[in-house]
Nanobody, 123 residues
């Protein structure tokens, strides 16, 4: 059973960089064809796909956040990390990490999600 657990500060000040870590158990983040993603949900809004890192270390970012987002991984700890720079109150959201299987040609199927972690941006 694969489990994902988000961790990080619940409160971040405007203009700072938000950093969240997803710790994976029950499966390796380097296993072929799996993609590890970050998704968020602002209050009262739908899910927003932020970006992902693949089993080989390739990264992809959503167009609206690409300039502020960086995703990296630590294979020795089986973790991947999200960094979002220059945050504003509009970045307040429930942040999820999730695993997807890459079928190729842009077809992904999500199968495991973390429980989510609330991040509030406020001074």
């Amino acid at each position: 059973q694969v489990q994902l657990q988000e961790s990080g500060p619940g409160l971040v000040k405007p203009s700072q960089t938000l950093s969240l870590t997803c710790t994976v158990s029950g499966g390796s983040i380097t296993t072929n064809y799996y993609v590890w993603t970050w998704i968020r949900q602002p209050p009262g809004k739908g899910l927003e796909w932020m970006g992902a890192i693949g089993y080989s270390g390739s990264t992809w970012y959503g167009p609206s956040l690409k300039s502020r987002t960086s995703i990296s991984r630590d294979t020795s700890k089986n973790q991947f990390t999200l960094q979002l720079s220059s945050v504003t109150p509009e970045d307040t959201a429930l942040y999820f990490c999730a695993r997807a299987l890459d079928y190729g040609w842009g077809s992904w199927e999500y199968d495991y999600w973390g429980q989510g972690t609330q991040v509030t941006v406020s001074s």
